[in-house]
C-alpha cells in the first residue's frame, strides 16, 4: 500500500462470507412469489446478485439513493 487511509470503518464493520450470506438469502428468495435471479457474479472481492420482483412496487422519491451492499 502506499500508506494512505483508504476508510474508516465502525465497529459494527465486518466482512460477510459469501456462501454463509447466499444460505441466508437464497431460501428467502425462492420463497418469494415473483422473485427472479436476474444475474449473479462472483469475483475476487466482490458478490454481485440482483433480483427482480415484479409483484413489489414502490414510489422512488426525487435524490433517493441506492443502499448497494459491497463485500
Known sequence: MDGNVRAFLSDRYRRLDNLELCAAV??????????VIESCEITDAHLYLKVINRRMKAEVAVGAFCLCLRM
Not at 437464497?26 to 422473485?35: E, N, Q, T, V, Y
Open 26 to 35: 437464497l431460501p428467502i428468495i425462492k420463497d418469494m412469489k415473483g422473485a
